[in-house]
């Protein structure tokens, strides 16, 4: 199918989901890209800052851009200005800086972040753990942050075909984010998002509460062109 008609699919398949589909377009080129957008899609998620900002500067200034790879404080400046949402928060360290380059950048609305939580097996994922988070939500400099916003949780499952092992995974991200929106985020509605799920296991991730999902391949098929 071309990515026009996966695109179809997916917003087919999400109708009558709470689910949102974000579009993984690393390693893909602006070209390619663009095809999803004339298609209607807004919603586009990179791993790499340096390729973000060279998409972003090639393309429609529409789109929602969200930074899904590991991010290092270093690199915020450089998206600060313009990102959507940063779903890889891992640290109180990282969102203080989010915070403080949103703010030099005067930002009308702030940065929305993801807590990125670990719940696979594997030492190579990032994330932070339930009692990490716990305390940088409670921390007096989270308090004071005026231009971040978290909106949710993030988490990146075993690489696997146990579908078990990764229905556990999601069902315990869910457990997290519930945990947190009834001790932080009782009254805040903003605080909504589950992104888990991937190509090869979006539709388990739905069936247990994902709010978006993060499809690469499934929409623009295994990159063997040439940039």
Known sequence: MSIKDNILYFDEQLRNTPCRLVAVSKTHPAEI???????GHRLFGENKVQEL????DLL?????????????????????????????VDSLKLLVEINKRAELFNRTLPIKCMLQISIADEETKYGM???????????????????????GVMGIATNTDDQEKLRGEFRYLHSCFTQLKEKFFFANNDFKEISMGMTSDWKLAVEEGSTMIRVGSGIFGSRTYNR
């Open 60 to 88: 429609p200034h529409d789109i929602a851009w969200h930074l899904i790879g590991h991010l290092q404080t270093n690199k915020v400046k450089y998206i600060a200005q313009f990102i959507d949402t940063i779903q890889s």
């Open 129 to 151: 753990t339930m009692d990490e988070a716990d305390a940088l939500l409670q921390s007096e400099e989270y308090r004071m942050m005026k231009f971040t916003q978290i909106t």
């Open 33 to 39: 890209i663009k095809e999803a957008y004339d298609a």
């Open 53 to 56: 900002v060279d998409k972003r």
